[in-house]
């Protein structure tokens, strides 16, 4: 395991850091957080954001990879918060969609707003040009790893 060019230690390595780097700036993030409030509040938060509202509770269970029973216990401290609202889904009448309320949008944007120093300080250490880099690469893992889970 120990020669360079051992693809598996290398993949290890690569995700070891990106569960540290996970660890520490979740801290970042949950320091500027209302007491009461966890990461996993802010990731469906985000969720929400980036891909948009109307997800069913299941469909945010399955794209956090958690049990329902955890995402429905998040999304009811989300609820109670008003940061979220259920609505009927329209095609199937059993289910809930999730929708994002305005408190919430504000909610989360607070919460990025609050990292900035901790974001300005990291930009003298680390250019521009080798973020980018490196969000390219990580987003194309992501893809392929959210391509391979939904096999």
């Not at 069913?56 to 995402?71: I, W």
């Not at 504000?106 to 990025?112: G, L, T």
Request: charged fraction near 25%.
């Amino acid at each position: 395991m120990s020669a360079p060019d051992n693809k598996t230690a290398l993949f290890f390595s690569f995700f070891n850091e990106i569960g540290i780097i996970a660890q520490l700036s979740g801290r970042i993030l949950e320091a500027g957080l209302p007491d009461g409030f966890l990461v996993s509040h802010f990731a469906v938060m985000n969720h929400l954001v980036k891909r948009g509202n109307g997800s069913t509770p299941l469909a945010l269970a399955r794209a956090f990879q958690v049990p329902k029973t955890t995402m429905t216990h998040t999304l009811s401290g989300l609820e109670k918060a008003k940061l979220i609202r259920f609505v009927p889904h329209p095609e199937d009448g059993r289910s809930k969609c999730v929708m994002l309320t305005k408190k919430g949008r504000h909610f989360r944007d607070e919460a990025i707003e609050k990292m900035t120093p901790d974001f300005m300080m990291m930009s003298k250490h680390f250019p521009a040009d080798d973020m980018t880099d490196a969000i390219d690469l990580l987003s194309k893992m992501r893809q392929y790893l959210d391509a391979k889970r939904d096999e």
